[in-house]
């Protein structure tokens, strides 16, 4: 999956591919670690050129150009950054592993504070209708489990499926799968247009780290274990069954 499968447009909204570091301490909010962290990024990648401010985050982004663009963000306990809609996949990698790299040496993180490297894969559908019933009848319809419901009694009012599987002997590589319906309508009260329905892959590698310099490694290492399940697993077995009971109605 060294560009995204062209499958993908059809058979979703947007797709991003998004990386997170945990730490265990808070990251330093002087000016100068910040501006200096964010002007290396800008000078490696120019089109990262607008400095924003939110509650509790502090984001460095792209302008969005046909629903793609990419984004830098330090919040109090974490190092992100996410790439929507990207046409292949080396240049998300690339921003990941540029953030890896530097974002220790300006904001003074430690291996020793490093909890995890998170790498997710998410999928937005834009979802007309009952989003509960959606996901029940395409994941969960047929099986043990739906037969606790009684559907014409019945009405479903929350349905998220969520798994986490560990990838090794030892559980510091683990991988979840998640549904989020956000509510179950497209619509919320009044008639605005609610958050599509998501879908996520998310690869975590859990500390301890004992050097900076693992840590693209890791992420090329979690690189490899999505790209497998979103081809075998994801797009078959979860996008493709919501999809096809979309479009059905």
Known sequence: MSTVSTSLSA??????????MGLTLDLP???ESVLDLFGRLRKEMPELDRFRRYSGELALESPEIGGRYAWVALQRTSVRSGWVNPDELVAPYRLHRMLLENAPYFLSITPLDVESIELIFGFD????????????????????????????REHLSDVQPFLVMSLDEGERTQASVEVKTRGGSREGPGGELRDPLSVYLT???NGPFRDLKELPDVLAMLAGHAERM?????IPSILMPLHARIVSG
């Open 230 to 234: 979103v081809e075998d697993r994801m």
């Open 29 to 31: 909010s002087h000016r």
């Open 125 to 152: 559908l834009d979802v007309p209708g009952n989003r509960n019933e959606i996901v029940f009848d395409a994941l969960l319809a047929g099986s043990p489990f739906a037969e606790v419901v009684e559907q014409d």
């Open 11 to 20: 058979l979703c909204t947007d797709f991003y591919v998004n990386h997170r």
């Open 203 to 205: 690869v975590r590698r």
